[in-house]
């Protein structure tokens, strides 16, 4: 089983997450938008040495301080291949911040393996084109970041979204995951799968 810690981070307040194995000291840190000292000092207070980095997409709220803690650390990074022109674009700002690429590091070409932590990459693209959410089937977790939230869905009105795209991803990828397993998101609560199949107004239903 894994455990886990959620450190809301920024002014949008991104969930970052830190993950990692009941008796291991190696994390993976997802989806670290900012305040890289708050993401240090968690993984202090568990005594936790991070092990790399996964993006679930790269718009610059999610990646704003990948630079300094994979600069620190020496750690790996991954998202999908098809998030590479966003996380490396000058234009993938948002004030008051500046351009996030300056300093972010080119990503692993493979999934970092971490110790005790097995999961799977699901590919969702719709709120990007190359989002992925994370699932960790033995302990029935899946992080979603922007592409599921619990009673909503990724925005689609952005560079590169797609609402059709969107709806097949959570429909043919998250919603046929058991019902119990817990969601993630990337802002807000947490939820399960089948509670936004049931309740989630923004899922279009099928015929």
């Not at 307040?13 to 990692?20: E, G, I, R």
């Amino acid at each position: 089983m894994i455990r886990m810690e959620c450190i809301p981070v920024g002014f949008l307040d991104v969930n970052c997450y830190l993950v990692w194995a009941e008796g291991e000291e190696s994390a993976l840190v997802i989806d670290p938008g900012a305040e890289p000292a708050k993401v240090d000092a968690a993984l202090a207070a568990h005594a936790l040495r991070p092990a790399a980095i996964l993006l679930t997409h790269g718009h610059v709220d999610h990646i704003g301080a990948v630079g300094a803690l994979a600069g620190k650390h020496g750690i790996p990074v991954w998202l999908h291949p098809a998030e590479l022109p966003l996380y490396r674009s000058p234009a993938n700002a948002l004030p008051p911040w500046v351009p996030a690429a300056r300093d972010l590091p080119e990503p692993a070409a493979a999934v970092p393996i971490v110790p005790g932590l097995a999961f799977s990459v699901l590919e969702t693209p719709g709120h990007t084109r190359g989002g992925v959410c994370y699932y960790f089937a033995d302990s029935a977790a899946l992080f979603t970041g922007d592409t599921l939230f619990a009673g909503s869905v990724g925005r689609t009105d952005l560079h590169c979204g797609d609402a059709d795209a969107l709806q097949r991803s959570i429909r043919e990828k998250l919603l046929v995951l058991p019902a119990a397993t817990r969601v993630f998101p990337g802002h807000g609560g947490s939820t399960t799968v089948g509670t936004e199949a049931a309740e989630n107004p923004y899922l279009i239903k099928a015929p």
